[in-house]
């Protein structure tokens, strides 16, 4: 349904939007809300105010006319062939994301592709614009947009900026290799407010705006400018977290349980069933976890049927170079382990390249008795809140990496350095081996920590700190105090 331009007080902007194109069988286009835990983040804050989404709707060429879709307006951004070459498979993915990944493997630099980043973060930035009411809330999301905060305030000075980072942000050292970090950095202080996932991330951005632009900053906040146009910016730790009572209810249908039960059984009821789930990103971890795994296997603590490793890769940036040669890694590993450590109708390792439906991953949840989550840099890692969640039945363990986000949340969990294969093993084995009575123990803390700190309630403290922002001059609004 096409529906006429609007303004609206809370804009959101997001490299994608929350839906994907359908086509029918007779050839008629649909849209269907792709499951998440942003979007039922912003539907819980849309509640309250009218809200309007900017982003990408999947597919090159035209943008379609904006729509509504579960009563959020969708205003898309039109991305050409080369605009998803260059600015989000090149510059964000293959520049970009290494970079804030701790360069896991090295980043490219190309001038067009940044060229194609900033044309493309100005389309985004007048899209906002255009939907944005007077004195509207716009909330920008993740590395893609980092131009888009001071894009948006040259428009538009009267509205209110806030920027969330879903990923880490690199130390000076590592950031002060972009050749543009001069202009990232000054795209994100158009912003108000600066959300980042952990308290380090708040501070290598602002040790960044110190030792790379000069700036003077006290505690989390940045003085942008002197005088009579100064402006204070403030960059703070907010972790995301995922819609705990929605998945919580899905875990605890019946069919879910059901279904759970099932995968135990078809993979011939072990003893102890391991699981990994992770997009196919080299910044998981999932070489590693396998080599562990693998020499677990090679000294007989491990072995099908007793344990059985199940492994889901959801495909990702396909077409990034980097990615494709992951796969391959990754695969002849599996290969190779499956090849000499299997036995006749139990695979060591089942590895699966798909995606599943949200009630599939449900269940594979409540199904494993361990979840390895090991990557090498990662922002939050929801996967990991997303186990416990499932975990009604206070069962299974976590083995959960120290470069994640969710580290610094989850301290019941079984922490591991997955660089170091050998604590890797013997955390593996204490997951495994600890007594279940100790296990639930640890289950239930993290279960409370995740309830208490839902996606929900990360929206509305990104979108408190936001109005809570050092005042700017020009605008009516009292003078606030800084928020602890
Ligand atoms: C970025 C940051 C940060 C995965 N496979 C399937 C599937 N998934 C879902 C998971 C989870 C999400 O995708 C993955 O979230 P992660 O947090 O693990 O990682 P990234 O995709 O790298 O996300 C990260 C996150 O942003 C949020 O801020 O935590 O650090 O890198 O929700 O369940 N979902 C379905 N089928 C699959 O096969 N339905």
New binding site residues.
Partial sequence: MSAPTQTFDLVIAANRLPVDRVVGPDGDVSWRTS????VTAMESVMRSREGAWVGWAGESGDAPEPFVQSDMYLRPVAMSEEDVAHYYEGCSNGTLWPIY?DVIVPATFHRFWFTAYERVNRRFAEAICEVAAEGATVWVH?YQLQLVPAMVRELRPDVRIGW?N???FPPVELFAQLPWRRALLEGLLGADYLGF?RVADAQNFVRACRQLLGLPTKGDTISVSRGANARRVRASAVP?S?DFVGLQELARMPETQARAKEIRESLGNPDTLLLG???L?Y??GIGHRIKAYGELLEEGKVAPPREIFVQ?A?P?RERVAAYRDLRQEIEGEVGRLNGDHSVIGSAAVQYLH?????D??AALYLAADVLL?T?LR?????????YVTCRHDEGGALVLSEF???FHELHQAFVCNPHDIEGLKQTIMRAIETPDKDKRRLMRAMRRRVADHDVQRWAHRFLENLSHAPERPGTSKAQHEDRP
Avoid: W
Wanted: cysteine-free; hydrophobic content about 35%.
């Fill in positions: 499951p998440g835990g942003l990944h993740d969330f879903h990923i880490p996932q995301i995922i789930i992770d997009r990103d910044t998981k889901v959801t990702s798909h995606a599943y439906p949200r599939e991953m989550v990557p990662d922002g939050m890692n929801l996967v990991a809140k997303e994640t986000g969710a």
